[in-house]
Nanobody, 126 residues
Framework: QVQLVESGGGLVQAGGSLRLSCAASGRTFSSYPMGWFRRAPGKEREFVAA????????VYKESVKGRFTISRDNAKNTVYLQMNRLKPEDTAVYSCAAERPGIPYLSANAGLYDYWGQGTQVTVSS
C-alpha cells in the first residue's frame, strides 16, 4: 500500500511558478510509475503528467509541455511537478497518483492508478 501527500500549492499570478511535491510512504515507492492529475471547478479530472519508476520516461498533457516538468527522487520517496509560466486555466486541485505496476506504458487513464493523494489547490490569478 502507498499513501500519498501533496504539498506546494497556493496562489500565484499568471506567469509565475510553483513546485508541487508528493511524498509517499511505503518501501515500494520506487516500483510505481507516478502521475499528476488535476480537476478544475466544474470540470472532469484530467491527466497532467506521468513519470516511469526510474524517472527515465515522462509524458505530458499537450497544453503543459514546455511549461511543466515532472521528476522524482526515489531516495526521498517524492515526486515533483515544477510548473512555470502558469496560466489562469491551470487553476485546479492537483493530485498525485501511483500507477498500477506492470503496465508497460505511462498512462493518462486515471482508472489505471491505484493510489491517490488528497490534492493541493493551485490558483493562478490573471
Amino acid at each position: 500500500q502507498v499513501q500519498l501527500v501533496e504539498s506546494g500549492g497556493g496562489l500565484v499570478q499568471a506567469g509565475g511558478s510553483l513546485r508541487l511535491s508528493c511524498a509517499a510512504s511505503g518501501r515500494t515507492f520506487s516500483s510505481y510509475p507516478m502521475g499528476w492529475f488535476r480537476r478544475a471547478p466544474g470540470k472532469e479530472r484530467e491527466f497532467v503528467a506521468a513519470i516511469s519508476w526510474s524517472g527515465g520516461s515522462t509524458v505530458y498533457k499537450e497544453s503543459v509541455k514546455g511549461r511543466f516538468t515532472i521528476s522524482r527522487d526515489n531516495a526521498k520517496n517524492t515526486v515533483y511537478l515544477q510548473m512555470n509560466r502558469l496560466k489562469p486555466e491551470d487553476t485546479a486541485v492537483y493530485s498525485c497518483a501511483a500507477e498500477r505496476p506492470g503496465i508497460p506504458y505511462l498512462s493518462a487513464n486515471a482508472g489505471l492508478y491505484d493510489y491517490w493523494g488528497q490534492g493541493t489547490q493551485v490558483t493562478v490569478s490573471s
